[in-house]
């Protein structure tokens, strides 16, 4: 896979000059690049108890994301995926210890509580006071003699940085770390592997499948699972979670994003862990966001943790650190109702077995069609023509009962009434005019034919777009053109129309406009070739 890197031995080093650089003077590094990387606080004065924290490279914004005040107090990184060696770790120890001590934060990895700990020793040779704790908050493999250290770290982080900055002593400090680490349990879920860069990546999760508890440097987990959608996904990451939490206490989730997945996927995923089967015993909630990564895997974890009242006031004290997303009460969606302009006067309901027959078929050829007018619009758009006219047929389906059948006048208005709420898009705009001046048309006595020319004209005055612009008018109008010989007539009218948008070397009007001209070339307008297929079925 491409990647956006120089020299793969230059990674973390460039990576660490280009944090230090963006932090606005907040933090520094230590010289002896390549072999000791060490990003700090800027001006630390060694007064209080210093937090350092760090391992392998690779799971960023952490460690060097949270340095600043109220978290650590330095970072040391190791190349990707790969512990730091012991010079570099007490590197930082000696740079950031004073009087106070120092508290080192340990994911429970070999090489990390090897080169940790011998720097720690090395360190107390030196006379200070150095504790260290190792967290092991993964349940993922609950056969492991030693779990793994992942994402429950961060409220280590964050719970004991917030003592520290009070001037808490380094037994406090320690002390309020354990206890978080005793009380976290974190388990992940990922539909992808990641990519080390200069590694060829691993296709060990097969599409349609999803891996349960892989570790965050790509280490196998517990099980692969088949995958259906996000809730199915979050269901089984809370039955594992269940069986590690008291159900008399409140708990904080922190939702984390692995690094690949989307902002909205990480957001449905937040919906989805308030409705699952430990959502009532979730009071608080740290993201979702990118906090714990493995590089870019596309997947999540959820760590949960039963904060008492002093470790809800550590996790919400503010800190000047982007990367940190703050704690949020969890509840309830707030609902306000809409204002009463917009509060749609709707028809009354009747039926018309023939129209809803009609209609229903004609939902169906779009529900029908979605992948391949997506597949299409993919080439020459955005990719969602079929996703946006099956969703608005599906919603259509939905309220069949609610629309007025046996009268066509009140149905056109119905109908672009229901598209304007439920399709979104131009599109959806758009066609919402085209009903409701059919609608108008058809009230003064015009015929069907006329009455959707009518509809035609509106949306070709409000939208701008006219036949020959590359959209769904160069289907539409020669449709409703030869309507008057027959729904067969339409059709070839219509597949005419749609051939000749492949034939358009460029797009005056919709979203066609907006791309090159040789990403159009040869393909056929994705809006035209729904109504091409509308016509086609139904003279069938």
């Known amino acids: 896979m491409t990647q956006f890197i120089n020299l793969k031995e230059d990674i973390v080093a460039e990576a660490v000059d280009g944090v230090v650089a963006a932090s606005g003077g907040r933090l520094a590094r230590l010289d002896g690049y390549p072999h000791i990387r060490v990003v700090l ?23 060097a994301g949270f340095v600043g005040e109220g978290m650590l107090t330095a970072a040391i990184c190791g190349d990707v995926f790969a512990s730091p060696s012991v010079d570099a770790v007490l590197a930082g120890i000696l740079a950031v210890t004073g009087p106070a001590g120092c508290l080192l934060i ?70 309020a770390a354990e206890r978080v680490i005793a009380g976290t349990r974190t388990i992940g879920m990922s539909l992808d592997t990641c990519t080390v860069p200069g590694a060829p990546k691993e296709a060990r999760i097969q599409p349609g499948k999803a891996e349960l508890g892989l570790g965050i440097h790509g280490e196998a987990g517990a099980q692969q699972v088949d995958y259906i959608h996000a809730r199915g996904a979050m269901e089984m990451v809370a039955e594992r979670l269940a069986e590690h939490m008291d159900p008399g206490k409140p708990h904080v989730a922190l939702l984390n994003n692995l690094g690949g997945a989307s902002v909205l996927e990480m957001q449905i995923l937040a919906y989805e862990l308030g409705k699952s089967a430990i959502g009532d015993r979730l009071h608080h909630i740290i993201g979702p966001a990118t906090m714990m990564t493995s590089l870019e895997m596309r997947g999540f974890s959820v760590s949960v943790y039963p904060a008492g009242a002093e470790d809800l006031m550590a996790l919400k004290s503010p800190v000047p650190l982007p990367a940190w997303p703050g704690l949020s009460a969890l509840g309830p969606v707030e609902v306000i109702e809409l204002p009463d302009g917009l509060r749609p006067i709707r028809p009354l ?34 990719g969602d023509t079929g996703s946006t006219l099956a969703g608005a047929a599906r919603a259509l389906l939905g309220a069949m009962d609610r629309l007025p059948l046996a009268d066509h006048t009140q149905l056109y208005r119905a109908i672009g009434l229901e598209l304007s709420q439920t399709m979104g898009g131009s599109s959806g705009v758009l066609l919402a005019i085209f009903f409701a001046a059919a609608g108008d048309a058809a009230s003064s006595g015009q015929s069907l034919r006329e009455a959707l020319n009518a509809g035609l004209d509106r949306m070709q005055e409000i939208g701008g777009a006219r036949p020959g612009d590359r959209t769904m008018i160069d ?11 027959g729904l067969d007539e339409a059709a070839r009218a219509a597949r005419e129309g ?7 070397a460029t797009a005056k009007a919709g979203r066609s406009a907006y791309i090159n001209a040789d990403q159009l070339r040869g393909q056929v307008d994705p809006g035209a070739e729904a109504v091409a297929r509308l016509f086609e079925s139904l003279s069938g």
């Open 106 to 175: 340990v994911k429970n990895y070999t090489g990390d509580r090897l080169n940790f700990g011998l720097a720690a020793e090395r360190a107390r040779a030196f006379g200070l006071n150095v504790a260290m704790v190792v967290v092991d908050d993964d349940i993922a493999l609950p056969h492991l003699p030693q779990a793994r250290g992942v994402a429950g770290t961060l409220l280590v982080h964050k719970i004991a940085g917030a003592l520290a900055e009070t001037g808490a002593d380094l037994a406090s400090v320690r002390a």
């Open 41 to 63: 606080r800027s001006g630390w004065d060694k007064s209080k108890v210093a937090l350092v924290s760090g391992g392998g490279s690779g799971h960023e914004p952490a460690h």
């Open 498 to 504: 749609a051939n000749r948008t492949a034939e358009m």
């Open 475 to 485: 289907a539409l109008k020669p449709a409703l053109d030869h309507l008057a010989g």
């Open 349 to 382: 309901p009747s039926d018309h077995p023939e129209t809803r027959r009609f209609l229903k078929r004609c939902c169906e050829v779009f529900i029908s069609a979605e992948s391949d007018l997506n597949a299409l619009d993919a080439r020459a758009g955005d």
